[in-house]
């Protein structure tokens, strides 16, 4: 994706995917900097499959470098979005769980295996 990126910067699926990518490895701050920049793009309305998607990854980027103020900023946008979707779930448990609050993670994991 590095390669992609270097050809063609402005390459949202290369960047989401190395972002990803990033989260796997545990490198949250290069996942952050992916991420930032297709949120900061949903955010002046463009479109695209993989934006809808970056507010939930770039709170769990967030989240796992102490950032829970934007991490919960993030999921708060991408509930306004779709409301109903799964990774509404998932994002909040993670958060919870990250920040040592495992009853509300519990309960967030709850919800998402009720649906």
Known sequence: MSDVLAQDAANATARYLRGRA??????????FADFDPLVQLAQ?????PSLQYAYWERAIAAAQIG???????????????EPGHVNNFIARGTIAALEGDDATAANEFLALISL
């Open 44 to 48: 002046i309305g463009i479109a695209y």
């Open 67 to 81: 950032d829970f103020d934007l991490a919960r900023l993030d999921v708060t946008a991408a509930l306004t979005m």
């Open 22 to 31: 990033y989260i796997a490895l545990d490198r949250f701050e290069d996942a």
